[in-house]
């Protein structure tokens, strides 16, 4: 059984910066697919960024720039470097992992629990 723990989340002053983290355990985390979601209340939860097993990555427009994405395969971690952060970025950030397996690309998935980010002054 996969699990996700997501760490790094807090209180940080708008321009600031944090880095989140996801440790990966039950599975070889190097064949996983692996993102980074957020979620704030009342909305659906959205892509915040991606990165696939071979190191392509993918981001939201609004953190283009400022977040960087990153796996450390040695390590079992997921990482998600958030720099100059804004009031907008405040939300619950999810660690996703996502593999497709067989001839019919059946989807498995799992998600960490959430650490909470506030931008606030």
């Known amino acids: 059984q996969v699990q996700l723990v997501e760490s790094g989340g807090g209180l940080v002053q708008p321009g600031g910066s944090l880095r989140l983290s996801c440790a990966f355990s039950?599975?070889?985390?190097?064949?996983?697919?692996m993102g980074w979601y957020r979620q704030t209340p009342g909305k659906e939860r959205e892509l915040v960024a991606a990165i696939t097993v071979v190191g392509s990555t993918n981001y939201a427009d609004s953190v283009k720039d400022r977040f960087t994405i990153s796996r450390d395969n040695a390590k079992n971690t997921l990482y998600l470097q958030m720099n100059n952060l804004k009031p907008d970025d405040t939300a619950v950030y999810y660690c996703?992992?996502?593999?497709?397996?067989?001839?019919?690309?059946?989807?498995?998935?799992?998600w960490g629990q959430g650490t909470q980010v506030t931008v606030s002054s």
């Open positions: 996703h992992a996502e593999k497709k397996v067989g001839f019919f690309a059946t989807t498995y998935d799992y």
């Open positions: 039950g599975s070889s985390f190097r064949i996983w697919n």
